[in-house]
């Protein structure tokens, strides 16, 4: 897959399909390739796809020197929705629409906040606005528990139990780890965008599966309650990871999104 170099970052990226721009933003630690196949293929099939690997996961990397061991070097979902937007400049992208999953829908609105000019329609899925008015699940389990059983129910997990097993030995060394982890998860920790979900502009759809620990579905309530005209989506049986799990729903939701709203 081919890399651009913005500023330090040399930002790891894949395109798929021709169409409208839609940019979709991964979560905490995860690459571009835990969207699987079968998402990213259905929505090919209408939009032009554009997915990448968020600053210190998958094959995004540093392009001058390697972060000393240890440290910090804390940055914002801010200047990673600012890594969004010079990957679309670098692209030729001058408007898009934006999906953006759990940490990923976080980095989305605040896409939608500081470069609205380049915002078409905005989708949030699983994902919170942070600070004080939001519920938070098991996110902080992502750490120290079995991620399977979080990201998936129960039953699809037994039901798709080796098929997971294999795709997570291919995706897993791409996962963020150790310091690298530790910025992602400062920087969504201190995500808060509760007074300033009025302000997004562009048309929104809100996604959830009902059955999400991670970030219950509740937060997808507050969002859809604070930005003007959104829409909301639940997707029956889901969990976290029901981009994954329920493709063909997800697909559906979006398209009759973005091509009827």
């Not at 079968?38 to 390697?66: C, H, M, W």
């Not at 699940?137 to 120290?144: E, H």
């Not at 963020?176 to 992602?184: H, M």
Request: proline share 4%.
């Amino acid at each position: 897959m081919p890399k651009v170099t913005i500023g330090d970052l040399n930002i790891n990226y894949k395109i798929q399909g021709q169409g409208d721009p839609l940019l979709m933003i991964m979560g905490l630690s995860f690459s571009l390739l835990d969207w699987g196949t079968e998402l990213p293929e259905l929505l090919s099939q209408r939009y032009k796809v554009i997915l990448f690997d968020n600053r210190d996961a998958g094959e995004t990397s540093r392009a001058a020197s390697q972060i000393p061991q240890g440290s910090p070097h804390a940055y914002t979902i801010d200047q990673m929705a600012d890594d969004a937007a010079a990957l679309l400049n670098v692209l030729g992208e001058s408007k898009v629409n934006v999906l953006g999953v759990s940490m990923g829908g976080m980095i989305a609105q605040h896409f939608a906040l500081n470069h609205a000019d380049k915002l078409h329609k905005l989708i949030l899925g699983c994902t919170m606005a942070g600070g004080t008015c939001s519920q938070f699940g098991a996110l902080s389990n992502l750490f120290n528990s079995d991620v399977l059983e979080l990201l998936f129910t129960p039953e699809f997990i037994q039901q798709h139990q080796l098929d997971l097993e294999t795709f997570f030995q291919t995706t897993t060394p791409l996962h963020s780890k150790g310091d690298a982890l530790a910025r992602q998860f400062y920087a969504m920790s201190s995500h808060d965008t509760c007074d300033r979900l009025g302000k997004i502009t562009a048309p929104t759809l809100v996604i959830t599966g009902d059955r999400d620990r991670v970030i219950p579905p509740q937060n997808s309530d507050i969002l859809t309650q604070k930005i003007s005209g959104a829409k909301q989506e639940t997707i029956k049986d889901a969990a976290h990871a029901f981009c994954f799990s329920h493709p063909d729903s997800t697909a559906t939701a979006i398209i009759n999104f973005l091509e009827h709203s």
